[in-house]
């Protein structure tokens, strides 16, 4: 069978010589026959041929180069390279490229999952939020939110979306028999599944004719409450739920990962122009799809001319004298600021790459020096360029795919600990991340790329020298040892790299520690939280105002309980965004400030001091005497140099609340230092506090001062809540310290952890990169040493010789580093606290950094150049 | 004893003519390698000499292709030999290659022509 023997290789290579074999001895004897001495013969006959191997390399080649025989033959012989008597270099190697392609991975994981794709939804990146921001505002953001009529005034009129949606934050009680709970039940546009583009896991959608008039009443559920509440039983569909007295059949539930609005379930309306003010308001958040083409800026600019014409109809109440109008990327609002740490730390995995790479090239250079003369003995024992090129290739790529399937493992390790530390409330709780297909492309993408780069090195250096110097050498390698200046550059590229992300590093950490040291103006210690809302049961003032002191009271007590206080704001990141008139018209700039309604504890229990006139009483309460205490940073904006004590302020926003406050004017009684109310990074804002009575808004926060751990506190809070009202849900119960830690510490933390990590191993890179290069170095230059040792150097001197060589590369880095600095820095400049991007000081510890690391990876070089001996040294000359 | 030209005289084969002269060869019947390269060499009074080194893969290339077939048959030498002989697309082919050659004979000379 013929074609069996185009399989059969061996048969295939013992055909060959035989058949050379044969055409050699035919052409001796025709030599012979001519009259040649056979020895003549021969050798003519050897000089006629040349060189067999290369002629039967050829001919194999012809076989088909691409042939899986000879594939497989270099794989084989790629394996027997790296391990035999490589292993250290390959371990070395496929642990750097793990490294490299691991943190790569792991970090391309998270942005992908959070950034690009954290949704379900579908067109994710096209939703859009519609912002109503006011020009007199220095704060971003604005107005979210349109009564239905304005609602569909926008819904109606505009032109850049394909579809709009509306979602309104809505609390039910769901009536079950038994003790009636609260869920959290959403009331959303009929459209709002659709518009998501999510089909139910089971059963169906709400669609727009479930709200025809006339329609029975539904509701869709979500997947966490079938599992908790009904233990996944598909029988649900089709059951009743009565949520605030409407019974409602569930008509689906969704899968896991819609959790839209954090629902229990989610109840379909229809928008009626004339919905009446209510309790809570008929707010709807918008929602848009914008139309394919259109540019958010073009979008912005058709919404602010549809806005001028609304506002219109709605001033007063609803626009502010000048505002823009403004998208906001739905992802967007969930991810914010966190998207920039999130790219800077991408551009530090990046420079980590790189490091790994030009430590994996750099290694392999130091090798090609070395294999010059086993590529040399190959060529002259014929193998071909291309045999050759193959070769190597197979080789890194043989070590790429091993670095690609450990830096696999990396990856997944690493996206655990990120996972851990990833900080909570930072990214959508809809996003899932894993290792996904496409971040796997990724990683094999950058596998490829390092495979294709450091393969091309042993080719540029090992190939284009002279065969025949190479060989001649021999064991006399003093004159080979002229290090290419593509391994010096590698390595002072790896040094500068390495300088940007410490100084990186250390930037960060300089401003998580100054942020930590921002004093608060309060004491967050011994302090617990948790937000309370009331449901249906309370909807009057009076009504607000008793459950409140009925609440505080009980709490106070408990036993271990110091002091209680509530305030309608979560203190100490916000307050509500106000205006202030100030009425005796000397100030005429627009006041803007916030304003919290408290209880008289407030004060004692946070520790705040009162610094001037005196505090709100009980009586103040009761009476419903309008009377304020503003803090430090109002009185000296307003009323600089001159007592706050004793003016008024009127606070217009209170007029439009709910249940709004007829005259909202204010008269200043006393005077608070300042705390940090606006997030623990911004300076205080001129804030006024007015006692919790003269408005209800249906929830509050409770502050418990304790004398032991706060956290034991938390189950007897909820339970106190829930026995003055079953209907009450209580929420978000942790410690103050909690609560900075996660809201206000966690992001720079986390950007901390992941540059310390980063520029640590960026550091061990190098360590090891530099230790292999003077390690290298040393062992070529051993017969110097040696001579120059018996010429009367001490060991000091030779020693010195080597880490000076060793220093000159960071020294010569460090300066290509600062130039890195430069640009790279600037990056991380949004995230930081009080210090500059490029602060001397940090920038001068990772120089010290480096330093100590360049003279501990040329130490061993240096110990080892010491035991030239000089004897041995001349014996060989 | 082999008169050998002089290094200069012989002729630098054109790219692509040794699959044509080597399938010419064979056309008057089965022949092993080394018989291939006298035949050309002799034919060529010694003009043409094909290295050994282009010889065996223009062999197995031609193979591959189908153009030849080979077989084991005893030879001059008391030995078995690799005889290779021409299949029926082989001939095909040096019909193709033939007149191809001929064309490009043909135009080349017109253009050297002195006119």
Redesign the interface.
């Known amino acids: 069978m ?1 074609w069996l023997r185009w399989i059969r290789t061996e048969d295939r290579e013992r ?2 010589d ?3 074999e ?2 050699f ?3 001796v ?3 012979m026959e ?3 001495t056979r020895e003549e013969a021969e050798s003519a006959a050897r000089r ?4 067999i191997t ?3 390399e ?2 194999r ?4 180069w691409r042939s899986l025989e000879s594939f497989l033959q270099d794989v084989r012989f790629s394996l027997r390279s790296i391990y035999r008597g490589n292993l250290g270099f390959t371990t070395v190697a496929v642990l750097t490229l793990a490294l490299g392609i691991g943190a790569t991975t792991a970090m391309f994981s998270v942005i992908d999952n959070v950034l690009l794709e954290p949704f379900p939804y579908a067109h994710q990146q096209r939703l859009y939020s519609v912002v109503i921001h006011d020009q007199a505002s220095s704060e971003p953001g604005g107005r979210p939110v349109f009564p239905a009529v304005e609602f569909l005034d926008y819904e109606q009129q505009n032109r850049v979306f394909d579809d709009v949606m509306g979602v309104k934050i809505n609390r039910a009680l769901w009536e079950t028999g038994g003790a009636p709970e609260s869920v959290n039940a959403p009331l959303v546009t009929a459209n709002a599944f659709q518009f998501l583009g999510v089909p139910a896991m089971i059963g169906r959608i709400a669609t727009p004719s479930d709200v025809a008039p006339g329609a029975p009443a539904v509701c869709v559920m979500s997947y966490s409450f079938w599992k908790s509440r009904f233990a996944g039983d598909r029988d649900v569909l089709g059951k009743m739920l009565n949520l605030d007295g409407t019974p409602r059949a569930v008509i689906g539930v969704m899968p896991p990962r819609f959790i839209f609005w954090s629902a229990d379930v989610w109840i379909p309306v229809m928008l009626e122009p004339a919905q009446r003010a209510g309790f809570p308001p008929p707010w709807f958040y918008m929602l848009g799809r914008l139309k394919q083409g259109i540019t958010t800026t073009a979008a912005d600019r058709e919404l602010q001319i549809l806005a001028e014409r609304l506002a219109k109809k709605y001033r007063p109440d609803l626009y502010p004298t000048r505002f823009d109008v403004g998208l906001q990327g739905f992802a967007e609002a969930e991810i914010g600021k966190f998207r920039r740490t999130l790219f800077s730390l991408l551009a530090a995995v990046g420079l980590l790459l790189a490091i790994a790479c030009a430590n994996v090239a750099s290694l392999l250079l130091t090798r090609a020096e070395s294999r010059k003369r086993e590529l040399a003995l190959r060529t002259s024992l014929g193998a071909g360029w291309w045999r050759i090129v193959r070769q190597l290739f197979c080789e890194s790529g043989l070590l790429a795919i091993l670095g690609a399937i450990a830096g696999c493992a990396f990856a997944s390790g690493g996206l655990e600990v990120l996972m851990a530390i990833l900080p909570q409330d930072t990214f959508p709780e809809e996003a899932v991340i894993n290792l996904n297909l496409r971040v796997l492309a990724c990683t094999v993408a950058v596998t490829i790329a390092t495979a294709i780069f450091f393969g091309l090195i042993p080719l540029i250096t090992g190939l284009r020298q002279d065969l025949n110097e190479a060989l001649k050498s021999g064991g006399r390698e003093h004159s080979a040892f002229r290090r290419s200046g593509l391994g010096n550059l590698l390595l002072i590229g790896e040094v500068a790299m390495s300088l940007v992300l410490l100084a990186g590093a250390g930037l960060t950490m300089r401003s998580f520690l100054l942020e930590r040291q921002i004093p608060l103006g309060l004491n967050p210690e011994h302090l617990l939280s948790a937000e309370v809302l009331l449901t249906k049961g309370h909807r009057t003032i009076a009504e607000q105002a008793r459950y409140r002191r009925e609440f505080t009271e009980a709490l106070r007590r408990l036993p271990g309980v110091i002091d209680v206080s509530t305030t309608t704001d979560f203190l100490p990141f916000g307050g509500t965004i106000t205006e202030f008139e100030l009425p005796d018209g000397t100030h005429t700039e627009q006041s803007r400030g916030q304003v919290s309604m408290i209880d008289p504890n407030l004060f004692g229990t946070l520790n705040i001091r009162l610094l001037q006139g005196r505090n709100l009483t009980e009586a103040d309460l009761a009476g419903k005497h309008m009377v304020a205490v503003v803090n430090q940073a109002f009185a000296s904006r307003f009323f600089p140099g001159e007592s706050a004590v004793g003016e008024r302020v009127q606070i217009n926003t209170l007029a439009r609340l709910p249940q709004p406050v007829m005259r909202p004017s204010f008269e200043i009684i006393g005077v608070t230092s300042d705390f940090k109310n606006r997030g623990v990074r911004d300076s205080v804002v001129p804030e006024v506090f007015v006692p919790y009575s003269v408005s209800g808004l249906g929830s509050f926060s409770v502050f418990v001062r304790t004398s032991g751990n706060p956290k034991t506190l938390g189950k007897t809070l909820e339970a106190t809540a829930l026995t003055l009202d079953g209907s009450t849900v209580v929420r978000h119960v942790r410690t103050v310290q909690e609560a900075l830690e996660n809201q206000e510490y966690a992001k720079p933390r986390f950007a901390l952890q992941i540059f310390s990590v980063f520029s640590a191993l960026g550091l061990i890179l190098v360590c090891a990169g530099l230790y292999g290069v003077m390690s290298y170095t040393v062992s070529r230059r051993k017969r110097e040493m040696g001579i120059r040792m018996a010429l009367g150097a001490t060991t000091g001197n030779v020693q010195g010789m080597v880490i000076r060589g060793g220093l000159r590369f960071v020294g010569i880095g460090i300066v290509a580093g600062l130039f890195g600095c430069v640009g790279g820095l600037r990056l991380i400049r949004s995230q930081l606290w009080g210090v500059n991007a490029y602060d001397p000081t940090t920038i001068l510890g990772g120089i010290a950094v480096l330093l100590l690391v360049g003279m501990a990876a040329s130490y061993a070089p240096s110990v080892a150049a010491t035991h030239a001996d000089p004897a041995d040294t001349l014996r060989a000359e | ?2 008169r050998e030209k002089p290094y200069q005289d012989r002729i630098e084969l054109m790219q692509g003519t040794l699959d044509m002269l080597v399938l010419r060869t064979l056309q008057w019947g089965p022949q ?4 291939i ?2 035949v050309i060499r002799t034919k060529s009074d010694d003009a043409l000499q094909i ?3 282009s010889l ?2 223009a062999l ?2 031609l193979e ?1 292709k189908g153009w030849l ?1 080979s077989e084991w048959r005893p ?3 008391n ?4 005889y290779y002989s021409l299949t029926a697309a082989g001939k095909k082919q040096l019909l193709a290659e033939q007149s191809k050659w001929n064309d490009l004979v043909e135009t080349i000379a017109r253009v050297m022509k002195p006119a």
């Open positions: 013929n055909e060959l035989e058949e050379i044969v055409d001895a035919l052409e004897q025709q030599r001519a009259g040649a006629d041929f040349g060189n290369r002629i039967k050829v001919t080649e012809m076989w088909g | 004893m082999t092993h390698g080394h018989g390269g006298q290295e050994h080194g065996y893969p197995h290339r591959r077939k030879s001059e030498a030995r078995r030999a690799k």
